[in-house]
């Protein structure tokens, strides 16, 4: 599953030009399920198990990772950008990055000597950065880039310390490898894997891809932010690295089925696998969307704790990651009986 992560991360693919990533993905679950893609480019699979479930279960991960569109050129061969997705500006300064899939760039703006002390107090708003691609003017510029091409993080998969992972597009690269993993295997029952579009930007792609399966109950595999920082204490940690996977029982998008949080847990305790929650409500992800769909889906969520997420250089743990894909498993057996 790690190797796959690898090669998941090393790809490009920001809301709604998820192209590279769907191949990928589809060159991979080929010879193992039947599946089809949407209209709005979500891949849908079906993988037969040993029997029908009482339950329809889907699982469900996004393709798409946060990044940038390009919005305008300046006389001087420089790229103005908008984000795709929650960005901090403040981490993407002197980043490189790739342009149009093929153009090698670095972000900048201002050289802090040349900035006012107001400037300086402050994170340069992302509209008045710019990415360089070595062009010389504006007309050298327009021949290689045109107005909403892609703009990607450039960043290495490494592992690093103590068993740490570190990769652009962590969220959610991980959950795709996860569900390729359990797609490889025999499972016991049916089950259907939706790899959708746009999470970033609304959760889109996860509302058209479960109105279609219009499942009984739905796992969503993430990655979650992780505060455990210094200088951040208490609740604000939110979850950690080392834990073991993160079970929410609320989000800004989601109130999770008490039955399957509790479902999850009682797993966990079963097999020793370490398991925790998290201590804030915050973010959200694809479970809004699904729970919502068709007459309602009932919803869970396994995710791997991340550091520094919707960045260049997220940062997971080994054992998190291995022991997601463990309960992730042990749920869905014990979910389509339910």
């Known amino acids: 599953m790690l190797e796959n992560l690898k090669k998941l991360c090393s790809l490009d693919g920001i809301s709604g030009r998820e192209d590279a990533v769907r191949e990928e993905i589809l060159r991979q679950i080929a010879p193992h399920c039947q599946f089809k893609i949407d209209n709005l480019g979500n891949v849908i699979a079906f993988k037969r198990g040993k029997q029908r479930p009482k339950n329809k279960l889907l699982l469900s991960a996004h393709m798409d990772e946060v990044g940038m569109l390009v919005t305008g050129i300046t006389p001087d061969g420089m790229l103005r950008v908008t984000t795709v997705g929650g960005i901090d500006p403040r981490v993407i300064i002197g980043r490189c990055v790739t342009v149009a899939g093929k153009y090698p760039g670095v972000i900048g703006t201002k050289a802090v000597h040349m900035q006012e002390a107001e400037e300086r107090a402050k994170a340069t708003p992302v509209d008045k950065l710019f990415v360089d691609i070595g062009a010389k003017d504006k007309e050298e510029a327009e021949q290689l880039i045109r107005l909403g091409e892609t703009v990607c993080f450039t960043s290495e998969y490494r592992e690093f310390g103590d068993g740490r992972i570190k990769a652009k597009a962590i969220d959610d690269r991980f959950g795709c490898a996860v569900l390729l993993e359990l797609i490889r295997q025999e499972l016991e029952y049916d089950t259907v894997f939706s790899f959708v579009t746009q999470e970033e930007v609304g959760l889109r792609g996860a509302k058209v891809a479960s109105f279609g399966v219009a499942p009984d109950i739905a796992l969503v595999l993430e ?116």
């Open 223 to 338: 990655a979650t932010t992780a505060g455990d920082l210094a200088g951040v204490e208490g609740a604000e940690r939110v979850c950690r690295l080392g834990g073991g996977p993160v079970v929410p029982f609320m989000d800004r998008a989601t109130i999770y089925d008490k039955e399957l949080y509790d479902l999850a847990f009682s797993l966990a305790e079963q097999h020793g696998i370490p398991c925790q929650t998290k201590t804030k409500v915050a973010g959200g992800n694809d479970a809004g969307s699904i729970s919502l769909s068709g007459k309602g889906v009932r919803v869970a969520s396994i995710s791997v704790p991340c550091r520094y997420l919707h960045s260049p250089s997220c940062v997971i743990d080994r054992e998190d990651a291995e022991n997601a894909l463990r309960l992730a498993r042990l749920f869905i057996d014990a979910a389509a009986q339910l």
